[in-house]
């Protein structure tokens, strides 16, 4: 290969690696989609009331159960309710369960013709002959369909179920709520914080519905519904 001719390929190679880098930088700053089932029959008293955890998820260790409850406790408090005294139950019982799987998902993904353009050998008006060589297209990568790919996708979830126990007897459900991330291969203990803000976004919420909350991945804040 020519030194034109090399010069060229250099430079559509730093070209395709300077795109795969913009992609992955465009992927990170992707916003962070949770979305949110609610069912409650909230009581209209409950303001100012004390909760409990119930028994705790076997599936997780102890102190990684107890930080996602804790996670869940704050977002509770926030928005007027009070942990019970070690020891004491209180009127609310709450659930949490957290829980992490995979999934297969076919995707449609678009594909681009890089294939570079040919320069024949030209001669200038001395005799000079200036040998071909590979260029890329001036047009750009060209679109020419789409491709199904399978893509490796992360489904982490927090369930907090709520019991009351005003009235004696079997204790009876005032709040389901579920927060689902589906995406990036993300680990558990990193998205949590996020499901469980999303999940009390609207607390106590409207009973059936399903949102969606979307974060900011370099503030966390929220910045959609």
């Not at 369930?159 to 991330?181: C, E, F, Q």
């Not at 914080?193 to 399903?210: M, S, W």
């Amino acid at each position: 290969m020519d030194n034109t001719a090399e010069r060229w390929a250099q430079r559509v190679r730093r070209l395709v690696l300077a795109g795969a880098t913009l992609a992955l930088l465009g992927a990170c700053a992707m916003p962070i989609q949770t979305k949110v089932t609610n069912f409650n029959a909230w009581p209209a008293d409950a303001a100012g009331a004390t909760y409990s955890y119930a028994s705790a998820n076997p599936q997780r260790e102890e102190l990684e159960q107890a930080t996602y409850e804790g996670y869940v406790g704050a977002e509770l408090e926030r928005h007027g309710l009070k942990q019970a005294e070690p020891g004491q139950m209180g009127r609310f019982l709450v659930e949490v369960v957290a829980t992490d799987t995979t999934r297969q998902k076919t995707v449609l993904e678009p594909v681009y013709d890089n294939q570079l353009i040919w320069t024949p050998p030209t001669r200038d008006r001395y005799g000079n002959v200036y040998h071909g060589y590979w260029r890329p297209d001036g047009f750009g990568p060209r679109y020419i369909g789409d491709r199904e790919v399978q893509r490796t996708v992360q489904v982490n979830r927090l369930a907090v179920r709520i019991l009351d126990t005003r009235d004696g007897g079997k204790p009876r459900p005032v709040l389901n709520i579920s927060a689902i991330y589906e995406g990036e291969l993300e680990d558990l203990p990193d998205m949590v914080p996020y499901l469980a803000r999303a999940a009390f976004q609207d607390f106590p919420g409207r009973n059936g519905r399903v949102q969606v909350v979307r974060f900011d991945p370099k503030s966390g804040k929220v910045i959609s519904r």
